[in-house]
T-cell receptor, first 115, second 109 residues
Framework: IAGITQAPTSQILAAGRRMTLRCTQDMRHNAMYWYRQDLGLGLRLIHYSNTAGTTGKGEVPDGYSVSRANTDDFPLTLASAVPSQTSVYFC??????????????FGEGSRLTVL | GQNIDQPTEMTATEGAIVQINCTYQTSGFNGLFWYQQHAGEAPTFLSYNVLDGLEEKGRFSSFLSRSKGYSYLLLKELQMKDSASYLCAVTDSNYQLIWGAGTKLIIKP
């Protein structure tokens, strides 16, 4: 049972570089999310998608973009990485339209360091 | 603004009982979640409360009082593997999840 797969699990990159974090789920969930988790702060929503073909901005969307070409994949792109984007990134999915009343299933996380 | 408060860290003894509190101030309420997160791992779902009262699931129970904006997670018969962070999250009127910063629980032998 794969659930949600994220790649890479860890990455160090130079400021100004472009980076795409990949996320794939095999549960056929409609809704998918990208969160970042920083020490001392709660999970913060970057972008979300209620269904394939639609995306929305979360609490901290600046500097990030997403796409949802199909149900399974939800990549997150940093167009020009900055050190403040150093964080652990979690992809999640749920079978509810917004996830607000449904259990979230998380990937294992991608630890990103921007130097 | 919307806010969820949890203690930053708690310590308890193996075999004992611990209660982790969560208070919230949100624009509306459509349910409260508890997640467990071991260090370096992903959060995993523990419980969901939408009505007042106690929900019991094995060694873990979760309580909700909507009038007080308050919930707690009760862990009984603590085991070393319960050492983790416990995240409280509330769904607001727009069905957006608001997360607390989490409570790190340390279990001592």
């Amino acid at each position: 049972i794969a659930g949600i797969t994220q790649a890479p699990t860890s990455q160090i990159l130079a400021a100004g570089r472009r980076m795409t974090l990949r996320c794939t789920q095999d549960m056929r969930h409609n809704a998918m999310y990208w969160y970042r988790q920083d020490l001392g702060l709660g999970l913060r929503l970057i972008h979300y998608s209620n269904t394939a073909g639609t995306t929305g901005k979360g609490e901290v969307p600046d500097g990030y973009s997403v796409s949802r070409a199909n149900t399974d994949d939800f990549p997150l792109t940093l167009a020009s990485a900055v050190p403040s984007q150093t964080s652990v990134y979690f992809c999640a999915s749920s079978d509810g339209e917004t996830g607000g009343t449904g259990e979230l299933f998380f990937g294992e996380g991608s630890r990103l360091t921007v130097l | 603004g919307q806010n969820i408060d949890q203690p930053t860290e708690m310590t308890a003894t193996e075999g004992a009982i611990v209660q982790i509190n969560c208070t919230y101030q949100t624009s509306g309420f459509n349910g409260l979640f508890w997640y467990q997160q071991h260090a370096g791992e992903a959060p995993t779902f523990l419980s969901y409360n939408v009505l007042d009262g106690l929900e019991e699931k094995g060694r873990f129970s979760s309580f909700l009082s909507r009038s007080k904006g308050y919930s707690y997670l009760l862990l009984k018969e603590l085991q070393m593997k319960d050492s983790a962070s416990y995240l409280c999250a509330v769904t607001d009127s727009n069905y957006q999840l608001i997360w607390g910063a989490g409570t790190k629980l340390i279990i001592k032998p």
